[in-house]
């Protein structure tokens, strides 16, 4: 299944259960902007190289537009148009004032020198620097990319338009980048978790955890949630996964990656199992945050966890989604277990339009704030209509979405 049909499903599911009409739909599916631009560049070689880079501006009726820009060899029109729409949902679900967008170029990263990297990124930048902007669309790290990716967008940016670090979040500290920016999707998943947990009358101490992905957002989950008493039991990367029935030492663990590059391969104080069994586990909370379609329809059945957060975007499949539900797993959608990343990169804009920096403890203040009463509000919807925490996290952003239109003038 493709990106798009599985966003379109979740989107489906809750605009019937808003009854809204097929012309609404259509309307909020359809993107304001698709640019597709061609970016040649001189290789390290001095061979020509052209590549396809996509920005896709879903909707903005709540604010400037707000995604990241991916660098991966697979990407195409559908999967950015894909997470576009996916911003639009998770901007509106944690009621920050943006829209959504997505980029990406079709390229990849690891065989390409960093000075050509910087060659195809301010080409980018150059073919689509008029449609994007502080007070338009504002661009962020995604797979592939990272801060110093974002620095050489906004260098290429000002050349333009001159000083306005707000045109592109996830920068570097030294770069008017935001404290806090890079524990915050993880962070997030660990707030969550909390949240969930305590709404379901469990306590972190009597809580067994596994963690699919043990990169950005994985280790910082990891951490937060070793720290507020869990038990992390399995976590894993792409050379397989750890796993102590007693509850692994989060903290050696991390020092582990530190050492040897960020990989968890060769940790030897776990057993060794593969990601399709950690995945199986007999655990209370299963976090996968490695990659999507993991739970399908093939392993559903043996998934044994009862509360699931979604740190990955899309790691369920539909059909599988519709199953757990009906066994009663608490699954926290992606749109709103994974918003931490977005809130503080938009905590990151404000700062850059106000010119002022907030310590670390405001950012993880605030961004207790967004998130907890986000899923407050998530969890009442799921609780009053009787409905899974993704049908009522999409039907509250499309929601505000639907109404933001409304209120502009919808063919204004
Ligand atoms: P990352 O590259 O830092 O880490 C990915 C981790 O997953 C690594 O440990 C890697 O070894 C592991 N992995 C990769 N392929 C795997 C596979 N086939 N099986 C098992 N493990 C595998 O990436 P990240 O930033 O931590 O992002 C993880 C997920 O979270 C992605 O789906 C991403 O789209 C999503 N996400 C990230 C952010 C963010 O702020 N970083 C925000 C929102 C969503």
Redesign the pocket.
Known sequence: MQAFEATKMYFSRAADQLQLPEEIRTLLLTSRREVRVQVSIETDQGDLATYIGYRVQHDNARGPMKG?LRFHPDVDLDEVRSLAALMTWKTAVVNIPYGGAKGGINIDPHQLSTKELERITRKFVDQIHDVFGPRTDIPA???GTNAEVMAWIRNQWEKYHGFNPACVTGKPVEHYGAKGREE???RGVGILACKLLSRLGRRPGETTVAI????????HAAKFLAEADFTIVAI????G?YYDPAGLDVARCLHYIIDHN???DGFADADHIS?EELLELDVDVLIP????G?ISSENVDRIQASIILE?????IHPTADRSLEGRGVAVLP?ILA?????TVSYFEWVQNLQHYEWSLDRVRQELDRVLSNAFEQVWRMSQDQGISLRTAAYMLAIERVHRANLLAGLAG
């Open positions: 990241g790290p995604d797979m915050a999707t993880g699919q992905g043990f990169g950005n957002v994985g280790s894993s990367d792409v050379s996964a960020g990989a968890l990601n945050a490695a990659i999507g993991v740190a990955a975007n899309g790691p992606d994974n918003a931490g990343g977005v």
